[in-house]
């Protein structure tokens, strides 16, 4: 898959309370949640973006909560791809279950400031910095979570074992 | 191949052979748990794989600890979203109200975890039943929307840090003590990705309650589980709580670890995480004097018996400064119980404390202690990020129950030495 869109950057060890806060936690509408989408690192801050921006973080990414709320609410703001230069755990599962592609770069990810136009392309595992040419590698997606993204995330690969074991 | 707790403690629950680090391994889990924050996703999730039951009415656990007593409508909602899928599946492990209690502080009372259980629930601090010995980490709600359907879940073997603690700390030192050190060592990312594994005289020392809150926080350090082995009191505290079969249960000698980290902690003072990160971590004569506005003593971290005992201790024929809110949240009816029958309460209502229902409303700023603008509170919760509790320009600092309570007595951040 390919992704270009403008750079949003967000700094390192950004948590699920940043991404969004307890008190809008009453919902689970993408819409609503994408709403508030980074509100509690800044108020109003989901107004920069504009569908298909590409998010982009230092280390740590999404430590915290395993609120799933949190990747639902990036989607929920139009943000298709975060790309990290490393993501907690818990946040890393929970983006490729709800289908937000999530690319690790390490250190490369300081190449991708901050409004700059960036281009994602997830099968030559490249991330480019269009504005300044700069191509970031991006770690393989493993082999074992390739096969929930072909079953179109957990909701679907849980639905064809269950559809499997019925017959 | 000598394993590791967590390899050992996977390999309990894999028909598979459970591979070196990095490896896939699929589990059978013995406890699913979600709450009200989270299950109404994991119900929705549920639905969209087309599951009908869950796998075990009794191996699913749906705790309404987080907005309860609820807050507002949209919480109520969601929790009556979540009873009625507890009664449409016949979940036998369904609490709210009266018998509700901070679910890291209840399920292990109720005896629903313990020694080589493998446990996933949709919080993140699930990993505190690694004081158990148990694998047991924090998933989002659609992954434990699987394992309620299937029984089953996928784990990447995780690397292990070998955490050796040794030596005789001083007075008012304890488990939460001990992590706050190591988090503010290895940092927020030091264990990411990774198995934290405790050991060593002075974690053998520990009780379980004090092992469990450090199990705890092992995800304010990236960490997928904190364990501890299954010793004597491990099985004394299961054995408690009802439970039947459990046996010891220890790292083999000769496990590979990634590294070890050691720290003598003779003569350590209590600690605190300063604002806005977990590893922001000094002792408390270094930030003596921070003025307080509120104290929060309760959560998953610091809200069991031996943690009020500690606070009251402390209290006892004191009075909390003018203009200080101190907030004393029991972590469980159980706990509640026992805090009122040994005189606790009362000492905290001397004191000029709130009481309050057990609940995780303050720590994650949820409802009772929201922070205005410019205030801050010491609290024994785990999280001090930015707006955690309240205003984004609120602070939180973090600390053991001791210093908690001398703090709410002086104004401003104390130990109980200086009282």
């Known amino acids: 898959m390919q992704y270009t869109g403008t750079a949003h950057a967000v700094g390192a060890n950004i948590d699920t309370d940043a991404i969004i806060p307890a008190r809008f936690l009453v919902t689970t509408d993408e819409a609503q949640l994408g709403a508030n989408c980074m509100e509690g690192l800044e108020a109003g801050w989901v107004a920069r973006v504009r569908p298909g921006d590409i998010m982009v973080a230092g280390p740590n990414f999404g430590c915290g909560s395993s609120r799933e709320h949190a990747p639902i609410a990036i989607k929920g703001a139009g943000i298709p791809v975060v790309v990290a230069h490393s993501f907690a755990r818990i946040f890393y599962r929970n983006g490729f279950n709800m289908g937000l592609v999530l690319i690790e770069v390490g250190d490369g990810y300081a190449q991708l400031g901050d409004g700059s136009r960036i281009e994602v392309d997830t099968d030559a595992g490249v991330v480019r910095n269009l504005d300044t040419g700069a191509e970031v590698r991006c770690q393989p997606v493993p082999p074992f979570m390739q096969q929930i993204l072909d079953a179109g995330g957990l909701v679907g690969y849980v639905g064809q074992r269950l559809a499997g074991e019925a017959r | ?419």
């Open chain 2, 1 to 419: 191949m000598p394993q590791t707790l967590a390899q050992k403690i996977l390999q309990n629950q894999c028909a598979e052979a459970v591979g070196e680090a990095g490896s896939i391994a699929r589990c059978r889990v013995s406890l699913v748990l979600a709450n009200d924050i989270t299950a109404p996703l994991a119900i929705k999730s549920f639905e969209a794989m087309g599951a009908r039951a869950v796998f075990h009415k009794e191996r699913v656990a749906l705790v309404c600890d987080h907005f309860t007593p609820n807050k507002d409508i949209d919480s109520a909602e969601q929790v009556k979203a979540v009873r009625e899928f507890a009664r449409r599946m016949g979940v036998v492990h369904y609490y709210e109200g009266g018998d509700v209690g901070v679910e890291h502080a209840l399920l292990p009372e109720l005896g629903l975890v313990g020694p080589g259980d493998v446990v996933v629930g949709a919080d993140s601090h699930t990993c505190t039943y690694g004081g158990l010995g148990a694998f047991a980490t924090g998933m989002g709600s659609t992954d434990i929307a699987a394992a309620m359907a299937l029984g089953e879940t996928w784990f990447k073997v995780p690397p292990t840090i070998r955490v050796q603690i040794d030596g005789t700390p001083g007075a008012y030192v304890g488990g939460k003590d001990y992590i706050l050190r190591i988090i503010g060592e290895i940092g927020v990312a030091g264990a990411l990705y990774k198995a934290l594994e405790f050991g060593g005289a002075a974690v053998e020392a520990l009780t379980v309650e004090g092992r469990m809150t450090m199990a705890n926080m092992a995800i304010e350090a990236g960490g997928k589980v904190g364990l501890f082995e299954a010793d004597a009191r491990t099985l004394a505290y299961a054995a408690a709580a009802g439970r039947t079969g459990d046996a010891a249960l220890a790292p083999d000698p000769g496990a590979a670890y990634e590294r070890t980290v050691r720290l003598d902690v003779t003569g350590m003072e209590p600690q605190v995480a300063c604002p806005h990160l977990p590893e922001n971590v000094r002792p408390v004569s270094e930030v003596r004097g921070v003025a307080v506005h509120q104290s929060v003593i309760g959560s998953c971290t610091n809200g069991r018996i031996e943690d009020l005992r500690e606070a009251a201790a402390v209290l006892r024929g004191r009075r909390v400064a003018r203009g200080v809110r101190l907030i004393v949240l029991p972590a469980t009816p159980r706990i509640w119980r026992q805090a009122l029958a040994e005189g606790l309460l009362e000492i905290f209502m001397d004191a000029g404390a709130v009481v309050g229902p057990p609940t995780c409303g303050p720590c994650l700023g949820g409802h009772m202690g929201i922070l205005a603008s410019g205030e801050r509170t010491i609290a024994t919760t785990n999280r001090n990020f930015k707006g955690r509790m309240g205003s984004l320009e609120s602070e939180v600092y973090l600390s053991g129950p001791a210093v908690a309570a001398a703090s709410a007595v002086v104004g401003a951040i104390a130990s109980p030495a200086d009282l």
